[in-house]
């Protein structure tokens, strides 16, 4: 079965802080997906990125940036510069064959 | 563009009735997919449909179904309630071809009660 473990349950920084938030997954499918999703208090769900199983290659939007490493089968992502409006429960995702699983969420303040 | 549409978004039920949830897709997506998010079990797949065929469906017990018309709507369906079933549902759509791997738009949620 797959699993997608994110131990960081909350976590709070001081604006301007960088921060990671780690996942750590678990599949047996040689293709699969990787995601980030953002959810605001507003409750919406929001698409931060998406990764294949063979796109090892880091990637940075803005202050966002992404680690994936198979070989740890990890997806972290880094927040650099926090801002307030980064408040938010983020979740890891994963899209195997048959099955989407999302992580337990982090939740991140961000504090003035 | 309208995005994902989902409907009541909030209802209260009592134990052992019944709930239908609908959800309308941003236009052109033909991806549903439907998840239940509770403070306990976190975001929880239940099914996807792909131009009206469920593709896949998690680890719910047959209580709970869903279907999609030919406009892409979507409806879950969720009979007997139960207290446990108290939980936000969450629909999403997405412009996938049918792999069901691309970047999934969600909407606001329909926030159920069971009392």
């Known amino acids: 079965a797959q699993k997608v473990t994110q131990a960081q349950t909350e976590i709070s920084v001081v604006e301007k802080e960088d921060v990671t938030l780690d996942c750590v997954y678990e599949?047996?499918?040689?293709?699969?997906?990787l995601f980030w999703y953002k959810q605001p208090p507003s409750g919406e769900l929001v698409f931060l990125i998406r990764r294949n199983s063979f796109d090892e290659q880091n990637e940075i939007s803005g202050r966002y940036s992404w680690n994936f490493q198979k070989s740890t089968s990890s997806f972290n992502f880094t927040i650099t510069a926090s801002q307030v409006v980064d408040s938010a429960v983020y979740f890891c995702?994963?899209?195997?064959?048959?099955?989407?699983?999302f992580g337990a969420g982090t939740r991140l303040t961000v504090k003035p | 563009k309208a995005g994902v549409t989902q409907t009541p978004r909030y209802l209260i039920k009592t134990r052992g009735q019944q709930v239908t949830l609908s959800c309308s897709p941003i236009?052109?997506?033909?991806?549903v997919s439907w998840y239940q998010q509770t403070p306990g079990q976190g975001l929880q797949f239940l099914f996807e449909?792909?131009?009206?065929?469920?593709?896949n469906k998690g680890n719910f017990p047959g209580r709970f179904s869903g279907r999609q018309f030919s406009n892409s709507r979507s409806e879950m369906n969720v009979s007997t309630l139960e207290l446990g079933d108290s939980a936000l549902y969450l629909c999403?759509?997405?412009?996938?071809?049918?792999?069901?791997?691309?970047?999934?738009?969600f909407g606001e949620g329909s926030r159920l009660t069971v009392l």
């Open positions: 995702a994963l899209r195997g064959v048959n099955d989407m699983r």
């Open positions: 236009s052109g997506h033909r991806s």
């Open positions: 449909y792909f131009s009206e065929t469920q593709r």
């Open positions: 599949t047996r499918d040689t293709t699969y997906y």
């Open positions: 999403a759509s997405s412009l996938d071809r049918g792999a069901g791997t691309g970047e999934l738009f």
